[in-house]
Every structure is written in structure tokens, then in C-alpha cells.
């Protein structure tokens, strides 16, 4: 478990990098039919700035864990990035996006932490 909350900070840390914003972590551990054991949500303002959350993201967790994403879509608009880190999914999102597909309250019952924005 310990390594799995070390790749949720490396991630955050990633999207801080870059400026992500409204970073939401969504504890699924114990959750019965869920897919993996964290979500991690946040925003970029532009699909431009998506892309380098995304990217700083990937270079963070190959830096500092030794770790790739299995597999990471949404690239080729940078509307909203979804990588898989089997236990962990991140999720960049452009503002509109983000609020239409709501995915932190997927799970009614998971529980959420908010990382303040820094500034």
C-alpha cells in the first residue's frame, strides 16, 4: 500500500509541475466493482497544458519510481488524458470536460481528498 500512495504523491507532484489545478484524489480501496485503487483528477486550463501535465506526469513517475503508465489515451486532442498506472488512474482534464463527465463523484461512497492549488 505504501507503494501505491508514493505513485499518488509522485502524481501530484507531476501535475503540480505544471501548473494542473483542482487536483481530487478518489480512494476506491475497498470498494466493491471498482477498476483500480485511486483515481486522480485535475485540470489544465488548455488542451496545450493538459498535454504537459500529462507529459510531466509520465517523466515524474518514470523519474523518480522507475514507472510507466500501461497505457495513456487521449493525447491526440488533450481533452481529457487518462493514464493507467494499474492501481492508480489519472485523469487531465479541460475545465469543460471535467465538469460534464464529474468522474470524483462516480463513486458516492469513495472518499475524496482535495490538494490545494499551488499558487
Partial sequence: MEQITGLVDTI?????????????VADLD??????????????????????????SVDDMVRKELQEKPVRVVGLENALWVAMDYTDVLVHVFVPDMREYYDLEHLWADAKLTRVPDLD
Fill in 12 to 24: 501530484i507532484k507531476g501535475i503540480q509541475e505544471k501548473k494542473g489545478s483542482g487536483i481530487v
Fill in 30 to 55: 475497498g470498494i466493491e466493482g471498482t477498476i483500480c485503487r485511486y483515481f486522480v483528477v485535475c485540470q489544465g486550463n488548455t488542451p496545450t497544458q493538459v498535454d504537459a501535465i500529462a507529459e
